[in-house]
């Protein structure tokens, strides 16, 4: 079992989340909700994943707050 971390957004223009695993390309979706966008990034990765392991070009950290005044 892989466990990977994808960054989600809500775009403003259609509503949709949309997700992207950082430094997995092509590991992207989008879904009317959470559980749809999970089940659609779930689908993506494991095909990707059906040519093989990886090359990650990042690996995701966390966030951060910056305070700007």
Do not use: W
Request: net charge negative; charged share 25%; glycine share 12%.
């Amino acid at each position: 079992m892989r466990v990977f971390t994808a960054v989600i957004e809500k775009c403003p223009d259609t509503g949709l989340y949309v997700g992207f695993v950082p430094g997995f390309s092509g590991a992207h979706s989008q879904g009317k909700t959470l559980d749809e966008l999970n089940i659609n990034l779930k689908e993506v990765i494991e095909m990707l994943l059906e040519d093989g392991e990886p090359d990650l070009e990042g690996e995701f950290v966390g966030v951060q707050n910056v305070v700007v005044a």
